[in-house]
Nanobody
């Protein structure tokens, strides 16, 4: 079983920055794709970013150029650097992982990011 635990969410002003972290309970070389979703109240869960174990990185258009995803194999973590934050970035951010051998998906419980003056 794989556990994912997010941290780093807080209240931040528009234009500010945050760094979110997701700690995995196993070596992340086993997790082919890791990334982040977010969800605001009353809205559908939205994919934000992903990064494969081979280094392929993809971002949603809404965050491209502002957010950066990274993986640290030594610490078994995936992080999301959020820059130039906007109020519409507000929501609960969830870490996820896709494992292919065997096929399993994993989700964290989320961390809240609030962007407001």
């Amino acid at each position: 079983q794989v556990q994912l635990v997010e941290s780093g969410g807080s209240l931040v002003q528009p234009g500010g920055s945050l760094r979110l972290s997701c700690a995995a309970s196993v070596s992340i070389i086993r997790l082919n794709t890791m990334g982040w979703y977010r969800q605001a109240p009353g809205k559908e869960r939205e994919w934000v970013a992903s990064k494969t174990s081979g280094g392929i990185t993809v971002y949603a258009d809404s965050v491209k150029g502002r957010f950066t995803i990274s993986r640290d194999n030594a610490k078994n973590t995936v992080s999301l650097q959020l820059n130039s934050l906007k109020p519409e970035d507000t929501g609960v951010y969830y870490c996820y992982a896709q494992q292919f051998l065997p096929r399993e998906d994993y989700w964290g419980k989320g961390t809240l990011v609030t962007v407001s003056s």
